[in-house]
């Protein structure tokens, strides 16, 4: 078993559409900087990556890069996948949760939940979406998303016992 842990923090902007699981939210304003801004994808692919004790989302997709400016995130989530299934784990379960002021999660929080699982392969109850306001912290311009993830090792199947000879 590993466990990875993930953390990231986007700032709001007016004018651009704001992802949060791979879902377009209804709202005034996005979260601006590296890629599309997917604060809970970023911290997802951050926890599996640090699960394998490997380069951080930022050694591999450095925000520098005019490559990475808007795609998608889900292109990160998909590498980190990758190289858990190189190294021979599987995810067994995800939680997470999200400091921010506005849009409340609640309503979208389904909808969130199951564009994880279909990025990722899990069923529902394997994925915590969680959600809270950032009282006291001063950060109501900014989404911030905590996430830990646990892998285990893939049972290779074993091979097939011979026949003993009566
Ligand atoms: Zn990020």
């Given at each position: 078993?590993?466990?990875?842990?993930?953390w990231d923090?986007h700032?709001?902007?007016r004018?651009?559409?704001l992802?949060?699981?791979g879902?377009?939210?209804?709202?005034p304003?996005?979260?601006?900087?590296?890629s599309d801004?997917?604060?809970l994808?970023?911290?997802?692919?951050d926890?599996?990556?640090?699960?394998?004790?490997?380069p951080?989302?930022?050694?591999?997709?450095?925000?520098?890069?005019?490559?990475?400016?808007?795609?998608?995130?889900a292109?990160f989530?998909?590498?980190?996948?990758?190289?858990?299934?190189?190294?021979g784990?599987?995810v067994v379960?995800?939680?997470?949760t999200l400091?921010l002021?506005?849009?409340k999660?609640?309503?979208?929080?389904?909808?969130?939940r199951?564009?994880?699982?279909a990025?990722?392969d899990?069923?529902?109850?394997?994925?915590?979406?969680?959600?809270k306001?950032?009282?006291?912290m001063?950060?109501?311009?900014?989404?911030?998303a905590?996430v830990?993830?646990?892998?285990?090792?893939?049972?290779k199947?074993?091979?097939?016992?011979?026949?003993?000879?009566?």
């Amino acid at each position: 078993m590993r466990i990875g842990y993930g953390w990231d923090s986007h700032e709001f902007k007016r004018g651009i559409p704001l992802r949060i699981g791979g879902v377009t939210l209804p709202y005034p304003k996005g979260l601006g900087g590296h890629s599309d801004g997917d604060v809970l994808l970023h911290a997802i692919t951050d926890a599996l990556l640090g699960a394998m004790a490997g380069p951080d989302i930022g050694s591999l997709f450095p925000p520098s890069d005019p490559q990475w400016k808007g795609a998608d995130s889900a292109v990160f989530l998909r590498e980190a996948l990758k190289r858990v299934a190189q190294a021979g784990y599987a995810v067994v379960n995800l939680d997470s949760t999200l400091i921010l002021l506005a849009p409340k999660i609640g309503p979208h929080a389904a909808a969130i939940r199951a564009s994880v699982c279909a990025l990722m392969d899990l069923s529902p109850d394997c994925v915590g979406i969680k959600a809270k306001t950032p009282e006291g912290m001063g950060t109501d311009n900014a989404a911030i998303a905590h996430v830990a993830v646990l892998l285990e090792k893939v049972q290779k199947k074993a091979p097939a016992r011979r026949k003993t000879a009566k």
